[in-house]
């Protein structure tokens, strides 16, 4: 069994620039969670996706959006790249959405903003 | 509004030794909670958690946690550390609000272990 997977393992982008982070869920997933964790912090919840729809949106402004694809892969874009917005992306899939279901971290991306 | 308080980012501990890491939280309502543990640039990984029934959690890699509701306290402990527990770890607690069940997450609690 495939655990959670992400795409790229780094990147470095420009102030201004617009980014794409890629995650394939386990197998089986229909629910993949996005967190941004910054420097010395905990993770943050972004947003989650279920069954191709958003299903919830943490305190994240509209320039950080997703997709969920009928594979359940799902993809976090972010427009107009600020520096703030370096940080380690992690993705995680589970089962269904719901405080019952255990969800499964990938590595991580991490986005330098220069 | 729900939240988790980590006590000390940075805990320092002798190989054999007892780890501690302190955790409480806040909730209005029963808690879902959980420790996570992080390597260096790994992702998180599961180490136990409380959902209901047994307030004495085991988890992996020989480290348990205790629920204590009227100290609101989720503490992590292990009797005897190895050098391999220096990691990152994360306590959390599920949010209840909307359908979703992301997980709330304190700010860490790095461990050194030195032999």
């Known amino acids: 069994e495939t655990g959670v997977t992400q795409s790229p393992t780094h990147l470095i982008k420009t102030r201004g620039q617009q980014v794409t982070l890629r995650c394939s869920s386990q197998?089986?997933?229909?629910?993949v969670s996005w967190y941004q964790q910054a420097l010395g912090q905990g993770p943050q919840f972004i947003f989650q996706?279920?069954?191709?729809?958003?299903?919830g949106r943490g305190n994240f402004p509209p320039r950080f959006s997703g997709l969920q694809f009928p594979n359940y892969s799902s993809e976090l874009n972010v427009n107009a790249l600020e520096l703030d917005d370096s940080a380690l992306y992690l993705c995680?899939?589970?089962?269904?959405?719901?405080?019952?279901?255990?969800?499964?971290f990938g590595p991580g991306t991490r986005l330098t903003v220069t | 509004a729900q939240s988790v308080t980590q006590l000390g980012s940075h805990v320092s501990v002798s190989e054999g030794a007892l780890v501690l890491l302190r955790c409480n939280y806040s909730?209005?309502?029963?808690?879902?909670l959980f420790w996570y543990v992080q390597y260096p640039n790994q992702g998180l990984q599961l180490l136990l958690k409380?959902?209901?029934?047994?307030?004495l959690v085991k988890g992996i890699n020989g480290f348990e946690a205790e629920f204590k509701k009227s100290e609101t306290s989720f503490h992590l402990t292990k009797p005897s550390a190895h050098m391999s527990d220096a990691a990152e770890y994360f306590c959390?607690?599920?949010?209840?609000?909307?359908?979703?069940?992301?997980?709330?997450f304190g700010k860490g609690t790095k461990l050194s272990v030195k032999p």
């Open positions: 409380y959902t209901t029934g047994a307030t």
């Open positions: 995680a899939s589970s089962l269904e959405p719901g405080m019952t279901y255990e969800q499964y």
């Open positions: 959390a607690v599920s949010d209840y609000r909307g359908s979703q069940g992301n997980l709330i």
């Open positions: 909730s209005s309502v029963p808690p879902y």
């Open positions: 197998s089986g997933h229909n629910t």
């Open positions: 996706y279920y069954r191709e729809e958003e299903n």
